[in-house]
């Protein structure tokens, strides 16, 4: 959903491909490794995966160490991310018995409903209904049924959204999916219709979100002056901030630096600033105008947004091919975990250049042990799809011995889960 909303919380599905099925899929590790790795394996049982890893042995072997974990709440945070890594890895069915193998609580809860959700952008409504009436509690299952309705907004199903928020109790409820159908309308450019929809609505802070997407897609039509006059007419001043946001990143996007900047001018109070010139500083990234947008995100005084202005960059830079000037702005960001997936981002990049001694030496500077496990894992897929499949083995053996060496069992768990989820999106 869009948003973020007080009441209970709401990833593209794709088919699994597992690898080591084929004589030519990367699947036995150097003896030596393979001793290394069993030798740490929580479990003897599964020693054959952790030699000769697939995504779907992974995925399960993740599982089996998050329940061996004897803190339920360490066991119930461990099994909800691995959740996460299933459903990108378009495995619903298996996350769906991970997420029903969560215990009672809020995490649980926010699981299933997330496997409901990913099944409905599967366009498989059946399913997700049914995976939705897995929650006991109707407060839950109402809003799970919202995020569906959202979910099938999202993807252009909007008669069957409407027929899913007729069936809530709530009427509040169903003003929230009304706003949903507006603000999938305006991003779908059909404007005209997103009108239509936001002026039958009733509840203030639904209408301010769906009048702030459609001032946003306003503003990428190229129509100004309405998404201004949009915009000075929401009711909510946090949410009229994020559409005059939304009209700086657009005219940034066609090159109007200035009209930008001017644009931040009508905030309604300066604790936005710096997340309006962070959305500038991308979006100038985005079109190419690199030292614009250094110049721009050297200005903000917030460190969460300079940093998110400077991964943008980096990646920018990246998929221009500048890798050298990427990794210099990567250096910049004072975000440890943003740095940590810009540089695992530029590992892949070099690795697909063919360097992969560089690819190597980037993973290894990422301090987080988690996502350099998932560095590691992501390298070793790039070099596969480029036939390297000697140094798509070294980078999965690294990968390996990374999770196979952490002593917490729950990073090493979903570490195992990260790697899983690698194998399977490539």
């Known amino acids: ?75 119930n945070q461990t099994l909800r991310q691995i959740v996460d890594s299933q459903l990108s890895a378009g495995d619903l069915d298996r996350a769906e018995a991970t997420a029903l193998s969560i215990g009672p609580g809020i995490l649980r809860i926010w699981a299933i409903r997330a496997v409901a959700v990913a099944r409905a952008g599967a366009d498989d409504l059946a399913g997700a209904e049914a995976t939705a009436h897995q929650l006991d509690v109707q407060a839950e299952l109402e809003w799970t049924f919202v995020e569906i309705a959202a979910k099938l907004a999202h993807n252009g199903r909007i008669d069957d959204a409407r027929r899913q928020a007729e069936r809530l109790a709530e009427a509040g409820l169903f003003e929230v999916v009304s706003g949903e159908i507006a603000q999938a309308q305006a991003r779908a450019g059909r404007l ?30 190229g129509d100004i002056g309405s998404a201004y006059v949009t915009a000075e007419s929401i009711p909510e001043s946090g949410l009229r901030g994020a559409a005059y946001i939304s009209i700086a990143g657009a005219l940034a996007e066609v090159g109007d630096s200035p009209g930008a900047l001017q644009a ?53 830079l990246a998929l221009a091919g500048d890798l050298t000037r990427a990794q210099d702005v990567a250096s910049r960001i004072e975000h440890p975990l ?89």
């Open 1 to 75: 959903m869009s948003g973020k909303r007080a009441g209970p919380a709401g990833k593209r599905s794709r088919t699994v491909r597992l690898l080591g099925r084929s004589a030519g899929c990367l699947i036995v590790f150097l003896a030596s490794a393979t001793a290394a790795v069993a030798a740490d394996a929580p479990d003897p049982g599964n020693a054959g995966c952790l030699a000769a890893p697939s995504a779907s042995c992974l995925f399960d072997v993740a599982v089996d160490t998050a329940h061996r974990l004897p803190n339920p709440d360490i066991r």
């Open 264 to 316: 931040l001018d009508h905030l309604p109070f300066p604790g936005l600033v710096s997340t309006g010139q962070s959305v500038v500083a991308r979006a100038q990234a985005r079109r190419g105008n690199f030292d614009v947008a250094l110049a721009t995100a050297a200005g903000i005084t917030s460190l969460n947004a300079r940093s998110l202005a400077y991964s943008v960059i980096a990646r920018e």
């Open 192 to 221: 005209d219709d997103a009108r239509t929809s936001i002026a039958a609505m009733r509840d203030t802070t639904e209408r301010s979100r769906a009048m702030r997407e459609l001032a946003r897609a306003e503003a990428r039509s």
């Open 338 to 426: 943003r740095q940590s997936a810009i540089f695992n981002e530029l590992a892949g990049h070099f690795a697909h250049s063919g360097d992969i001694k560089r690819a190597f030496a980037q993973v290894s500077t990422i301090a987080h042990p988690g996502i350099r496990t998932w560095g590691f894992a992501a390298v070793s897929m790039r070099l596969q799809a480029n036939g390297d499949l000697p140094g798509a083995q070294s980078a999965l053996d690294h990968a390996m011995q990374e999770a196979a060496g952490m002593s917490q069992e729950d990073i090493r768990a979903i570490s195992y889960a990260r790697i899983a989820e690698e194998m399977a999106r490539r």
